[in-house]
């Protein structure tokens, strides 16, 4: 979802028979046949839109930008509750107009050690990474992060680009999920 009708057309109803959002909404099994059967439920979610060194992109589930998992700054902008099998935002919803973001190294923060983020790593599973002084979360409506060298960018799991600035906002109701 790297790209949405700036004209404001809504878009089409996005199918879910797997990634991060599926799991959001209960993993239920049937895949496509399910989509087009009585069983399918139809839904609005937000949107993330990014602007990422001036380029806008969008995004269903989450942004992240980092370099290496294990040192350095790292941000991740979350609209669902987890990235693969990471719990990063255990209290976000895919509509509740907020983005979930959370944070090491940023802002003139201290970025986690190596040693404290494999502690980290072995709770991200069910999100007890946090509360922890080295990682900031907050839920907002949109946020700006400024990088000194280049970041990696991946939208929901896809990496896109590099950037050196950041901005996220949410765009309540934007989309539509079957599941």
Known sequence: MTEQSEA???PEPIGL???DLWRVVGAPGGGIGRLQSQDAQTVPIDLI???ADGTTLWACAHVIAR???WSGPVVAVMNADRAGG???APAAH???GRLHVVHTGCDGAAALSFAQRLLARRR???GTHVPHPAIALRRVEQAEFSFERPMGLWLDGERVAKCRTLEVSIEPDAATVVF
Request: net charge positive; hydrophobic share 35%.
């Open 94 to 96: 895919p509509n509740d």
């Open 124 to 126: 991200l599973g069910a």
């Open 86 to 88: 990471w719990r990063l």
């Open 8 to 10: 404001g057309a809504s």
């Open 49 to 51: 839109r990014v602007q």
């Open 17 to 19: 028979c797997g990634g």
């Open 67 to 69: 370099n290496s998992w």
